[in-house]
């Protein structure tokens, strides 16, 4: 019967530890949203760059004909 609370007891500690976790979550600061905005930014830049290439590398393949 003594195994049996301590089980009960470990599990309910478990329980409220990972409902604790869940419920600290860091909010996001000004930093970390500007952060976010240069790497979309940047990852706009470089996808048009890439299609500026393709249209380099298509334009030449057309001149070599």
């Known amino acids: ?10 599990a309910v500690a478990v ?11 860091r909010q996001e600061g000004p930093a970390e949203r500007a952060g976010k905005q240069v790497d979309k930014a940047v990852e706009k830049a470089g996808e048009q760059i890439e299609k500026a ?3 380099i590398r298509d334009a030449t393949k057309g001149a070599k004909k």
């Open 1 to 10: 019967m003594m195994k049996s609370n301590k089980s009960v007891a470990a």
């Open 15 to 25: 329980a409220v530890l990972i409902a604790g976790l869940c419920g600290c979550q």
């Open 53 to 55: 290439g393709e249209k």
